[in-house]
């Protein structure tokens, strides 16, 4: 075993989860055989809630959601960085007036200007509002189905303490400049005494690469954005393939 990693940090779209967005029976093996070694093992998503039949939760010490605005080793909280309302007021309520579909989320609810169960049948949990009034702080905004003409209206409207991400999904995700996936995992590995060169860390896409870059060891999956796999010190098989837990087998168990 390769003494030097003590926690394992992985995306979870197009990484640990394949394709359908199921997670394999080998991959689940692998993670338990990895937590019994004494290995803390994170995902890393720019998802909120997670379903539980999605991903099981008694895999993962801790998780990190909304981009990293929210970290958590088990059910304690150790760190949050929301987007104060009063800062995403203006851009909310102008993408509203341009007609595009727009959601700002905290914890499972989800505040928009659209029946969120219309585009996502799972997505119940949605209150519809009027933006100018709403004042709830925000741990994600997003939205979607964008033009280039789209992207540029949103990034002009962007306070400086907010960034934006685009998916290649098309879902364009909207947090604080402190809400990253790096700055989450750092928040969790000194919660635990890990140092960062201690890390393993996986991905795909572009809120992937500073997670990639931060960590000791940087994995890129095989079907991941070719700025991924730059950023990233290795490159293991693709999600469809179990590649981030092949790569476990082969170098860390």
Same mark, same amino acid.
């Given at each position: ?15 640990? %989860?394949r ?15 990895c ?5 803390? %093992? ?10 539980a ?6 895999l ?43 959601v ?12 969120? *169960? ?27 189905? %964008? ?20 998916m ?17 995992? *750092? ?18 896409? %572009? ?5 990639? *870059? ?27 393939h ?12």
């Amino acid at each position: 075993m390769r003494t030097s990693i003590k926690m394992i940090a992985t995306d979870l779209d197009g990484t640990l %989860l394949r394709s359908d967005k199921t997670i394999s029976e080998h991959t689940k093996s692998v993670l338990s055989r990895c937590r019994e070694s004494g290995l803390k %093992l994170v995902y890393a998503t720019g998802r909120g809630g997670i379903d539980a039949n999605i991903v099981p939760p008694e895999l993962f010490d801790g998780r990190i959601t909304m981009n990293g605005a929210v970290a958590k080793a088990g059910d304690a909280v150790v760190y949050n960085c929301p987007i104060p309302y009063r800062d995403a007021r203006r851009l909310l309520v102008s993408c509203d007036k341009r007609g595009l579909r727009i959601v700002s989320q905290t914890s499972d609810m989800h505040y928009s200007n659209f029946a969120t *169960s219309d585009v996502w049948p799972r997505l119940t949990n949605y209150k519809i509002v009027d933006f100018s009034r709403h004042d709830a702080d925000a741990e994600k905004i997003y939205t979607f189905d %964008l033009t280039p003409e789209d992207i540029s209206f949103i990034e002009n409207q962007l306070p400086d303490n907010l960034y934006m991400v685009v998916m290649t999904d098309g879902l364009a995700m909207i947090v604080h400049k402190g809400a990253t996936k790096s700055k989450a995992v *750092s928040e969790l590995a000194s919660f635990w005494g890990i140092d960062k060169s201690e890390i393993v860390a996986f991905g795909d896409d %572009l809120n992937d690469i500073d997670m990639i *870059s931060y960590a000791g060891v940087g994995v890129a999956m095989e079907n991941a954005l070719d700025e991924v796999k730059a950023a990233a010190g290795h490159v293991c098989s693709s999600n469809d393939h179990d590649g981030a837990v092949r790569w476990l087998e082969d170098n860390v168990l």
